[in-house]
């Protein structure tokens, strides 16, 4: 028998008469088949779970952070209730199910389509910037386990100190992942001149925000963390006001830069104006860290007590400095935080915004606003940042069910998760 559609001649006998005249026409139609697709230049068609491993972009992380940080800030909730921290558990579990699950198909697409993987790669400034999520996704991780796993009651003292030691291990590898990540970035985007014909992206904020994150959560498990000894806890504070001024300055120097672009040439098109939240996302970590890590230093200097400066005096007066700097940042995320709103609800309302993966960028970058409003509410006793603080989670809440329910309607149009062309699409 011949099999004219697939072109394979193998199955063919000649045993039989008319065998041969069969075979002889079957091979003629193979022939010209084949002849006209080189012809037409015609690639072989695709199944769409390969083309959505081949394109499959890093800023799918996005998920895991948005994930990670509801998680995290459900569990500083200041109106606790009954099964908030079931809740906040499994927003922990669905996180780690998403990060391990991105992680082997990166790895598959790299194994299978190295040279498209790589292409895309450095294609855009957004999608190398977009590499910044991975180590980003993973320290949420590692601020769960350090606040979530390392306290919880079930568990001997023995269990949760050890839990504790792996978390400060996890958090030291993701500050090293997600500084090579920032250097890598932005050296490629000098080396190859990739800002000089192209549009400055929202996304290049992302690697400056990634540092902000990893000291930010520095602090946060210095806090929240079970057992956490002065020994192990000063170094992680330093390292994570270092990582603070890395983030911070060179966000400083990208916000000129940005500003210039949209001032000249307009807002980012449509489809990819919800990224501008991230022009949030600097001063939002930046006020959150400085708040938390000058609470760390008031509490870790003293009982470290080394040389003049981790000292008890010079931790408070560090604490008090770091607090007032936190609340000065926190009014320049509020002016962000407003423009951007904004700017989102008026392109909503003439119709002009388009579906996609972009509105993933608006949760996170809030978080980190809100984070700051959570942080203030504990410190100061006070209604009004507890009443906003809840009231900006729960907003975040529903934008992430609402990005939920967009991003399972695309895939199952085709419009994710499909990087064919739409001529093979339609066949």
Known sequence: MVNNENGDLSNVTLGESGDFEKFEKGKDDVIANNDSDVESGTPPQRSRWSSAIETFSPNWFALCMNTGLLGIQLHQFPYKFRGSNVIATCFFISEVVLFFLFIIIQIIRFCLFPRAAWKQTIATMDELCFWGCVPIALVTIVAQIGIIGSTANSWSDSAQHGITVFAVVLWWIDTALMLVTAYVVYYLIARWRMAEKAPIPSGIFLPAVGTTTVGLVGGIMVNGSFGLSARLAVPIIFVSFLLEGFGWWIAMLVYPVFLAEIWTKGLPPPFKLPTMMMLVGPAGQVGAALHSLGTSAATYFGPYN?????????????????????????????????????????????????????????????????????????????????????GLYLLLLIDYICCWIMTIYLVWRGDLLDGRPKTEKIA
Do not use: C
């Open 306 to 390: 080394r040389g003049t400066f981790f000292t008890a005096e010079f931790g408070f007066a560090f604490g008090a400095a770091s607090k007032m700097l936190a609340v000065m940042f926190l009014g320049f995320d509020v002016f962000w935080g407003i423009f951007v709103i904004y700017t989102l609800a008026h392109h909503l309302i003439s119709g002009k915004a388009k579906p996609g993966m972009p509105w993933w960028s608006t949760i996170f970058p809030l978080g980190t606003m809100n984070s700051t409003f959570l942080l203030l509410s504990q410190e100061l006793d006070s209604p009004t940042f507890r009443v906003l603080a809840a």
